[in-house]
T-cell receptor, first 115, second 114 residues
Framework: EAGVTQSPTHLIKTRGQQATLRCSPI?????VYWYQQALGLGLQFLLW???????NRGNFPPRFSGRQFPNYSSELNVNALELEDSALYLC??????????????FGPGTRLTVL | EDQVTQSPEALRLQEGESSSLNCSYT??????LFWYRQDPGKGPEFLFT???AGEEKEKERLKATLTKKESFLHITAPKPEDSATYLC???????????????FGQGTILTVHP
């Protein structure tokens, strides 16, 4: 069974540009989560999507946004890129809305570098 | 707000030298605890879920245990390929403001020398 996939693997942008990151969840999973992991820092929760709706977001500015498509894949958009947005962006998926302790399975990540 | 603290920050072992990693947490009601392994530049790889105090799970040289205040990841006779960052995380309250968010510890960087 295929795991969570993300594209691209690496992305290089300049300040002020927009970045689009993509994620495909494990087959049968309806919830998709996005996390940011900046160098030397822990995983910070960005967004959670389930059944096409944004269910929760972390403490990030509105220029971080995304969506979930009918096939449950997801897209993360970062507008007006800043240098501090350089990080590893991780996507995770789970079977459904986090119940008792639904395991989140992570993809390989997209390394975003802002110059 | 849920808090997760891992110790030590870094651990160096010789191959075959067993040890334990600690994950202590402060949550409003334990709903489970996850352990992940993360290699540099890659996404976290799921290892274990523990749901209740007293529960134990094993996988190869790894054994995870859970008490009411902390979890331990025991590594028996480690090999160099066990070198990685080990992360623990707690799941959110259903319906709370953190719904959907895993709260991670900062991780323990394990290095196993041959």
């Amino acid at each position: 069974e295929a795991g969570v996939t993300q594209s691209p693997t690496h992305l290089i942008k300049t300040r002020g540009q927009q970045a689009t990151l993509r994620c495909s969840p494990i087959s049968g999973h309806t919830s998709v989560y996005w996390y940011q992991q900046a160098l030397g820092l822990g995983l910070q929760f960005l967004l959670w999507y389930d059944e096409g709706e944004e269910r929760n977001r972390g403490n990030f500015p509105p220029r971080f946004s995304g969506r979930q498509f009918p096939n449950y894949s997801s897209e993360l958009n970062v507008n007006a890129l800043e240098l501090e947005d350089s990080a590893l962006y991780l996507c995770a998926s789970s079977l459904g809305p986090p119940g008792r302790a639904d395991t989140q399975y992570f993809g390989p990540g997209t390394r975003l570098t802002v110059l | 707000e849920d808090q997760v603290t891992q110790s030590p920050e870094a651990l160096r072992l010789q191959e075959g030298e067993s040890s334990s990693l600690n994950c202590s947490y402060t949550v409003s009601g334990l709903r489970g605890l996850f352990w992940y392994r993360q290699d540099p530049g890659k996404g976290p790889e799921f290892l274990f879920t523990l749901y209740s105090a007293g529960e134990e799970k094993e996988k190869e040289r790894l054994k995870a245990t859970l008490t009411k205040k902390e979890s331990f990841l025991h590594i028996t006779a480690p090999k160099p390929e066990d070198s990685a960052t080990y992360l623990c995380a707690v799941p959110p309250n259903a319906g709370g403001t953190s719904y959907g968010k895993l709260t991670f510890g900062q991780g323990t960087i394990l290095t196993v020398h041959p």
